[in-house]
């Protein structure tokens, strides 16, 4: 059965940093398109960003540009997402998700990662 | 507000087909396939219908999917208590160039 951990979730300062990772096995990482989702407590879910098999194509949430970036290493099996200049808008449970194209076709996700901005 | 409509809430009775409607537009469920997501209280996501009528392994064919225009809709037949849950459509939107959710429809099983 397919696996994505993520890990590295945590309460921060707003302004702060914070890096999420996911880690997959029991599929081959390098042929899926992989993207974050997000959902606040009590919200629904918001798509954060995405990033084809080798990396060379990203695409990013108007809300997240500039200050979020997406990133892969194959050679790991894991997926990350560096979070920088962190709002209070950006707390919610952050999941990864594997899918077979760039749209949100999420056949797996992780049990998601809390992340908390708050002073 | 989400680009992707849906009512925030709808009910049946156990034995009764309900169904879920999913309002976008031109960028997305026009020109873009649409995915069903079924969310459990506390739990992940999951892949309920993908490429609008599609039901991936060990989804139950009581789920079916549709889509016509600039609208999909998810209809639930022979309504079970297990499926009391948070229901989220979603699509890619070009002129957005990226994925956008519907603000979910939370489902109650009377």
């Known amino acids: 059965e397919v696996q994505l951990v993520e890990s590295g979730g945590g309460l921060v300062q707003p302004g702060g940093s914070l890096r999420l990772s996911c880690v997959a096995s029991?599929?081959?990482?390098?042929?899926?398109?992989m993207s974050w989702v997000r959902q606040a407590p009590g919200k629904g879910l918001e798509w954060v960003a995405n990033?084809?098999?080798?990396?060379?194509?990203?695409n990013y949430v108007d809300s997240v540009k500039g200050r979020f970036t997406i990133s892969r290493d194959n050679a790991k099996n894991s997926l990350y997402l560096q979070m920088n200049s962190l709002r209070v808008e950006d707390t919610a449970v952050y999941y990864c998700?594997?899918?077979?194209?760039?749209?949100?076709?999420?056949?797996?996700w992780g049990q998601g990662t809390l992340v908390t901005v708050s002073s | 507000q989400s680009v992707l409509t849906q009512p925030p809430s709808a009910s049946g009775t156990p034995g009764q087909r309900v169904t879920i409607s999913c309002s976008g537009g031109?960028?997305?469920?026009?020109?873009?396939?649409v995915n069903w997501y079924q969310q459990l209280p506390g739990t992940a996501p999951k892949l309920l219908i993908y490429?609008?009528?599609q039901r991936p392994s060990g989804v139950p064919d009581r789920f079916s999917g549709s889509k016509s225009g600039t609208s999909a809709s998810l209809a639930i037949s022979g309504l079970q208590s297990e499926d009391e849950a948070d229901y989220y459509c979603?699509?890619?939107?070009?002129?957005?160039?990226?994925?956008?959710f519907g603000g979910g429809t939370q489902l109650t099983v009377l």
């Open positions: 990033i084809n098999h080798d990396g060379s194509e990203k």
């Open positions: 490429s609008n009528n």
């Open positions: 998700a594997r899918g077979y194209t760039y749209g949100p076709d999420f056949h797996s």
């Open positions: 979603a699509a890619w939107d070009d002129s957005l160039n990226g994925a956008v």
């Open positions: 029991v599929f081959t990482f390098s042929r899926y398109w």
């Open positions: 031109s960028s997305n469920i026009a020109i873009n396939v």
